[in-house]
């Protein structure tokens, strides 16, 4: 009996009340509710994806591309004098920073151990691997570092030079492709997002329309009628933005074996595991503006709705 | 606390609902109007709840000039005074007790005395063990009584009824009027729409009565 004499003591707690009513709406018409949320969700998802894999990619590349390095084979005649020699040379540039000697019987011993043809090699007679230098060039502008690329092979002592950002440069630019098709998607899901809660909420004021005008014949003002409404609105927020981070995850654990398979084609010493993910901060960013969004639009609907309805 | 001062009222195409219609309902007054069907009753109770504005002519309403009153005053006004409807105007999808307590709700009631008002409320029109019901599930009388005791819970300064008593038997229509007659006391205006001579008659209070729009003298 007392449960059905629900009057709130103060302002707060009309707020938790009018939550409370905007949530049971929602859980009255489960299919309804279902449907709306699943919307909104896969609206944000596409754009969430892109973001995150695009973020990600891109903060690992910048990480790699910030210490670029470029591999300097000398030729077959080397020695460690001149190995001595040509470093010493080397590091006098001020767009070299630390040179890794990669001495021929060292790189031998590492190619058997990694290809697993340690036996097969064994049994070769001589070593056909070359001495080589691993150079950290201090320079970060792809031209330039293509001209010392192009420097260092002008050197007597050294073969080949192979500079290995071509592909970084591609896969930034699919990057940064990638993240501004997510923005624009992004906005088009903001649109399309704003379009589905003020469609749903101008549903719910025509479904309640009878409601609506007795509470305004008996006193009740606009914010009064509007609160649940706007409330309804902030649940649907964020509750499709829940769903779309749930589906952005399990997306993504499906994608990041393959994305990481592409990484190993391209490069061994870049990072081969990357942390897709949008982060606790940008997961709590995402409910906020979800819900703010939501809020927003539930409102925009529902005072247009609700001023055109007069007892 | 109710004063019309020559006030028309005239709907597009020329039809004059109202005709220079002047009276005063004071503080502690129980009035009724009445009149034939399309007199004007109902045109005069939606003026006061500022549901329609007058044509010309004055209207206050618990101190409040309805000339130029503002769409955020309306809601005021309508707190202030607690209306019964023919047509019952309840929330079905509430229960009865969440009915009563709207007025309250809006108003921002504490609950603890928000509950006590709803059950004394419920109590004086006989519909406390009723109180857990819907609307649909009561009977016509028993849906106006929901209606008087939402109208009364809030403890309006002013009493508004258009046919409280249509859809009761005499003997509820009788304790309902002693309800109203107990609001009169502690100083409630009330204004009661009725068709029914015989209770007006034996109220023995002021009455209005229209006439194709014209107060009769």
Redesign the interface.
Known sequence: ??S????????L??HVVDLKQAGQGMLARPAATLATLLTIATTLLVPILLLVISSSLTQTLDQYSNSPRLTAYLVESSNEDMIFNVSERLLLREDIGVIEVVPRARAFTEFANVSGFDGLLGELEINPLPDALIISALQLDPTKLESLAKELAAFPEIDIVQLDVEWIKRLQGFTQLMRNFGLLIGLAALIGFFLVIATTTKLIVQQSED?IR?????????A?ILRPLLYSGLLYGFCAAVMALILQLAMIVTLVSLINEFLVEYNTSMPTEIDFNLGLLGAVLMLLASSSLGFLAAGVSAYREVLKL?? | MIKFERVFKRYPGGFEALSDVSFNVEKGELAFITGHSGAGKSTLLKLILALESASSGNISVADLSLKNISRRQIPKLRQRIGTVFQDHQLLARRTVADNVALPLKISNFPKFEADRRVRAALDKVGLLSKASYFPPMLSSGEQQRVGIARAVVNRPSIILADEPTGNLDPALSAEIMQVFQQFQKVGVALLIASHDISLVNAMGCRTLVLEDGRLLP
């Open positions: 009996m007392t059905t004499f629900s009057v709130p003591s103060n302002r707690q009309q409601e007795v509470l305004k014949l008996i006193g009740a003002p606009d009064f007069e007892p």
